[in-house]
């Protein structure tokens, strides 16, 4: 079997599993008023969101240039969560998959809860960037978070309001790093749906010779549950057109399948 085949049968079988254990779980969401699963992320960079326990997630993402990556995250403990991830660039079309070097591992734990002053406060790493994987340089067209602590406080707005404010550490540092700034709001509209905003400071990458052109990120997108644990998120990234070589707005799908044991 191929590379190929591989990957495609790993998702299907990851896919059939999540459905299998649906019918004897109770169902989940993570956008619009009905939410149950607090998200986990703004575009690329986390929220101080966990899977609670006995939670889980299966994702795909499909991005620029016929790529696609899958994902599993397991909440292991109340406040811990673990996953890990994979992916390839050109998996979709014609020639050769550019497959990322190694797979993507994600843990992150609550330390602290919301309540009415403070915000929820969470600590992690995680080495999945976002985008194709740029060997030349050795890092994602988005880092990937590397260390991060992340603060996120929910708002009764006309449904919710979630402000989230961030730092992290990444480790792709071949072009540029250091510590690394981010904020972000994500509202809902109605019971299903939710919009999300991400301005990423990108103060690791902005060097002559990082992909940043040292404006930072904006990026947007729009969460739609479908139902049943499922949810399609649209996003719309690099809006402000801060890369020095790739094309200003990037397109990109993520499906995500929630539920709880």
């Known amino acids: 079997m191929t590379l190929l085949k591989r990957a495609w049968f790993s998702f299907f079988a990851l896919w059939l599993l999540a459905q299998s254990l ?3 779980s109770s169902e989940e969401a993570t956008s619009g008023t009905k939410a149950t699963i607090e998200p986990r992320y703004l575009y690329n960079l986390p929220t101080a969101g966990t899977l609670r326990r006995g939670a889980y997630c299966v994702e795909g993402w499909f991005f ?3 790529g696609a990556m899958t994902s599993v995250s397991v909440g292991v403990a109340e406040r811990f969560s673990f996953g890990v991830s994979y992916g390839a660039g050109n998996l979709i079309g014609s020639g050769n998959p550019s497959w990322n ?4 591992v994600m843990a992150r734990y609550r330390i602290i809860d919301e309540d009415l002053q403070m915000p929820a406060i969470t600590i992690g790493f995680e080495s999945q960037g976002r985008g194709n ?3 030349g340089i050795d890092r994602y067209e988005r880092k990937s978070p590397g260390f991060f602590v992340a603060a996120t406080k929910n708002f009764e707005f006309l449904g919710y309001l979630a402000l989230t404010g961030g730092m992290n550490y990444g480790l792709e540092r071949k072009d540029d790093g250091g510590w690394n700034v981010y904020v972000g709001a994500e509202k809902t509209i109605g019971k299903e749906v939710s919009l999300y905003a991400q301005y990423d400071f990108a103060l690791n990458d902005n060097r002559a010779q990082a992909l940043g052109d040292g404006n930072g990120f904006l990026d947007l997108g729009v ?4 139902g049943e644990g499922l949810m399609i998120e649209l996003n719309f990234t690099n809006l402000n057109d801060n890369f020095k070589n790739i094309p200003a707005v990037s397109r990109s799908v993520r499906i995500e399948y929630v539920n709880a044991f």
């Open 133 to 135: 994987f740029v060997r």
């Open 101 to 104: 070097p190694a797979p993507g």
């Open 22 to 24: 649906a019918a004897q």
């Open 223 to 226: 969460r739609v549950s479908l």
């Open 64 to 66: 620029a240039g016929g």
